[in-house]
């Protein structure tokens, strides 16, 4: 069993920046492929980003040179380093596990294990 903890949400005026973080538990974090999703009010959950067991990094069209993802395996943690923050940024932000990667790293589908979500707003 793997748990994820996330910290970092808050309010921020836009334009600002925020920086989550997702401790794991676990032995074998290394080979974990991580994800980032967020849900805002009324709308489906939606891929943020990914980091695969090499450091990797995917990124939705509307995150990209925006958002950073990065992972700390001595520290069994992963990033989400979000600047130029928008008003359409403000959702719950989720981290999630895949133990076993299939190829697919958009799909809230293909993860094992998720966070309790951390809020993140985004004042105009």
């Known amino acids: 069993q793997v748990q994820l903890v996330e910290s970092g949400g808050g309010l921020v005026q836009a334009g600002g920046s925020l920086r989550l973080s997702c401790a794991a538990s676990g032995r074998t974090f290394s080979t974990y492929v991580m994800g980032w999703f967020r849900q805002a009010p009324g709308k489906e959950r939606e891929f943020v980003a990914a980091i695969l067991r090499f450091s990797a990094a995917f990124y939705s069209d509307s995150v990209k040179g925006r958002f950073t993802i990065s992972r700390d395996n001595a520290k069994n943690t992963v990033y989400l380093q979000m600047n130029s923050l928008k008003p359409e940024d403000t959702a719950v932000y989720y981290c999630?596990?895949?133990?076993?990667?299939?190829?697919?790293?958009?799909?809230?589908?293909?993860?094992?294990?998720w966070g309790q979500g951390t809020q993140v707003t985004v004042s105009s």
């Open positions: 999630a596990a895949d133990q076993n990667y299939s190829g697919i790293y958009d799909s809230s589908l293909v993860y094992d294990y």
